[in-house]
């Protein structure tokens, strides 16, 4: 069986559910030695025990990436495990939907702080290593909300139109020192991710409208990011946008 990230050392942040999870083990199965960060300890030594035997050597990294010096360590803590980091996976992220009016902005600056400031800590800490080897790959989870900016949804489309924005700004940045980076685009995805949505009637309107469709699995995207960094080192799929087929917007 082919293993294209055979060696490859990999970081996955929210990995203790959805898109992270899926995410953490098809790497794993793809080849690669995976690291894991996210807040809940039982359910990132649940799925270390899954890595372990497909031979991922996983490191369990408990951090509330929210915190901008976390968001940093764990970086440092895998290069100190594995001696590098070639995949930084940032996933981690909350959804927050209520209108502006409304809006608590105690919870709004929290999901800017994890959705854009963690993502960008992360790299930061990641690009010293990767430019010294002239090799690395990072990959940014936005959301179509990153390209459809929807009523009840302004902050949450602020933070992911940030992720594409950034992502592009960095790979302009680094690719003359043969970084890539990707930035992933999915549309409903069947996670947890609307449980966060404290606005009764927003959630559930969403859950309603996410019910009416075949939604996307975690599994589906882990799969389109496997593909993205395991390409040759030559190509680099800067964009992925994927919706459910029954997902118009």
């Known amino acids: ?19 992270g999870e899926a995410t953490a083990l098809a790497l794993a199965e793809a080849g690669a030695k ?27 990294l ?12 764990i970086v440092k803590e895998t290069e100190a495990r594995y001696g590098r980091l070639d995949i930084l996976v940032n996933n981690a992220g909350v959804m927050y939907l209520e209108p502006v009016e409304q809006a608590d902005l105690r919870r709004w ?7 854009v400031l963690s993502l960008i800590a992360s790299t930061q800490a990641a690009l010293p290593g ?32 940030g992720v594409v924005a950034f992502s592009e700004a960095l790979r302009r940045e680094v690719y003359q020192h043969n970084i890539r980076v990707t930035v992933i685009e999915p549309g409903v ?18 859950n309603a409208w996410a019910d009416s469709m075949r939604q996307l699995q975690g599994r ?4 389109a990011i496997v593909f993205c960094v395991s390409r040759p080192a030559h190509v680099n799929i800067n964009e992925v946008l994927m919706r459910p087929t029954d997902q118009e917007r």
Do not use: C, W
């Open 62 to 73: 408990v951090a509330d990436l929210a915190v901008e010096a976390e968001a940093q360590r």
């Open 1 to 19: 069986m082919s293993k294209p990230l055979e060696g490859r050392i990999a970081l996955v942040t929210g990995a203790s559910s959805g898109i």
């Open 109 to 115: 600056r929290h999901m800017l702080e994890l959705n």
């Open 130 to 161: 990767m430019r010294e080897r002239r090799d690395g790959h990072v990959v940014n989870i936005s959301s179509t909300a990153g390209r459809v900016a929807n009523p009840n949804a302004a902050a949450y489309s602020a933070t992911k139109f």
């Open 189 to 206: 995805v069947e996670t947890e991710l609307r449980d966060h949505i404290g606005h009764a009637e927003v959630k559930a309107n969403l």
């Open 220 to 223: 589906d995207v882990a799969d």
């Open 34 to 60: 995976v690291a894991i960060a996210a807040r809940r300890r039982e359910r990132l030594d649940a799925l270390a025990s899954r890595l372990e035997k497909l031979g991922a050597e996983p490191t369990v």
